[in-house]
């Protein structure tokens, strides 16, 4: 599960943030560090460019599950049983700015299996929002762009605004049970290390996923949305 995984930071950057990483921090430090004020912004921003043509040949999470030949059922499982919590799903229905994001996946990854069926929900949610997916060995310019330390590490989710101009990308875990695998995790042997990560998706069903992904959502939408409902009486 972890052998797409060959650089040590999770992701999270910004426009305007710096290409230098510290190369004195140590891996556990490394998901800590913030630049611009975004936590965990780690990566360089792509100078990629995307276009509505590009994006609409991309594939909606039901396509790509279909396309799967690895992990097959397993994807379907996670797709079928992946659920908003309802707080984020009121907060990202509040926001009125069209986002697209465009992830990149392999079939075989499963740190991809249990978080891309939650972003596919947290698009939905959004008024103006949509997921579609691509795969990473075959769109080398997307994965070179979104590396950290040089690394091809997958799932990355790239966020752009309404001109399809890249806002962020986040990837490829969230932070939490990224400094984990950084400070316990890889020493384990393969077997037990996969299970303790399973382990963790199935205990935070998706939410830490739901939560970096819909910060950096809001960093697309600018601060543009709907204001609450008020209760009735």
Known sequence: MHQHHDERTNGTSTRGDSD???????????????KSGTPGGLCRFSGVMMTPERF?????????????????AFWQGVARTARL????????????????????????????VNTLPMVDRLAAALPQGELRIVG??????????????????IPVVIAYDADFQ???WWGPR????????????????????????????????????????????????????SPAATPAG
């Open 56 to 72: 609409s040949s991309a594939l909606t999470l039901d396509a790509w599950i279909g396309t799967t030949r690895k992990n097959t």
């Open 166 to 168: 890249e806002v962020g």
């Open 20 to 34: 230098s990483l510290n190369p004195n921090l140590k891996p556990a430090d490394e998901n800590r560090q913030t």
């Open 136 to 153: 990473r060995d075959a769109n080398p310019d997307l994965m070179d762009a979104h590396r950290t330390r040089e690394g091809r590490a």
């Open 174 to 225: 969230p932070t939490v049970l990224q400094a984990l695998y950084w400070s316990e995790l890889h020493l384990l042997p393969k077997d037990e290390r996969n299970l303790r990560i399973r382990s963790w998706y199935a205990r935070d069903r998706g939410r830490s996923t739901a939560r970096e992904v819909l910060d950096l959502v809001h960093r697309v939408a600018g601060g543009r949305h």
């Open 85 to 112: 919590p309802d707080d984020l799903a009121a907060e990202a229905a509040r926001l009125t700015s069209p986002v697209q994001l465009l992830a990149l996946s392999e079939d075989w990854c499963g740190d991809a």
